[in-house]
């Protein structure tokens, strides 16, 4: 895919690649982003990561004391 997809005005590629075993059932896949500072610079590679949403981090819910055991008299 090509389109600027950083906001910097110079178009990128989003390339996506995909390694097999050829015995056995492992496989993966990566997204990567090829972009480049100017349009007659050479590109590099980055992270597709960086064009996910940022998401806020969740705080763990605050746990409730242990109710108070009555003694008994």
């Known amino acids: 895919m090509h389109a600027d997809l ?3 005005g110079i178009e990128d590629m989003l390339v996506s690649t995909y ?3 050829i015995t ?3 496989g993966y896949g990566h997204l990567l982003v090829l972009t ?8 590099e590679v980055m ?3 960086i ?3 940022r998401q806020e981090k969740i705080s763990p819910r605050p746990r409730l ?3 108070l055991r ?3 008299e």
């Open 19 to 21: 390694e097999w075993s």
């Open 24 to 26: 056995g059932t492992l």
């Open 36 to 43: 480049r500072k100017d349009a007659r610079a050479m590109f």
């Open 51 to 53: 064009l996910l949403p």
């Open 65 to 67: 004391p242990k109710p």
């Open 6 to 8: 950083n906001g910097d």
């Open 70 to 72: 009555r003694v008994s």
């Open 47 to 49: 992270s597709a990561d």
